[in-house]
């Protein structure tokens, strides 16, 4: 008999540990950036001047979700009380834009996006959407109650159906854009200003401080334009989610930390 109760305590123990070990192995890795402060400010003119940002992070892409092909893009980021900027350096062989009215999203063509949760909850987060010629995208989301999600950390659809609402909205006029492409060279530089008030709406609408925001980066490579029938698009994220979804995975947003001065 105290052989039988020793198995089962022991069967028991095996499988209460394989079930916290798969718990941790299965838990997302959300990556963190931590953000220097501007001494002297970039130029937003699409350049990317090595030395203009030369304090700031680098991020990078993870590789493809399908192919595990890697991207030698750059996010640069640094930060001022008077917003974040940010700068995108990407190598892309066949520009893919054009294609869409101004105020249509803009991710089944060549894009640079940026997700934003300014107060972590996540409850109200937006998408930013870029092409090469600078057009830009605004998408408001809205949700009503604590997200329900799958096992890729993805909303449900009977969540999303009921909880989620999404607005277009629109970018300040302080806001700031320059993008400059080089099809011979195959560059894509692109330079961004993300003002203060508009990124601490929520807080109020003061100047950035030393401060922690939610974010995502992603990048839309397409092959060939939405005209063409089996087109194909190369996906990536700098935190990971599941391909094609970042939009709807607003807990797997990574950690944006403005340092101090």
Known sequence: M???RICFKTIWTIFAVGFILQKLVAAPKIPEAKVPFAT?????DGEIHEKE???ATVLHFLGDSDKGKKDKSRILLLWSPKGLFVGFDAIDRSFIYG???PKDPLY?????????????????YFELQANPAGQTFLKNYVITAEPVLTSENRMTPEFIATHLWRFDDQLPPDFKIVS???ATQGSWKMEMFLPAAWLNHRHGGGPLTPQTFLMN???HDWNQPP???NRQCQFYYWSAVLKGHPHLSPTLMGKVVLEKP
């Open 108 to 124: 089944m063509e060549d894009t640079f996006e940026i997700f934003i949760d300014a107060l972590g909850t996540p409850r109200q």
């Open 180 to 182: 400059k492409i080089n």
């Open 217 to 219: 980066f992603a990048r």
């Open 40 to 44: 002297n400010a970039p130029i937003i």
């Open 2 to 4: 105290k052989k039988r």
């Open 99 to 101: 294609n869409f009215p």
């Open 227 to 229: 005209s063409v029938k």
């Open 53 to 55: 940002w030369a304090q």
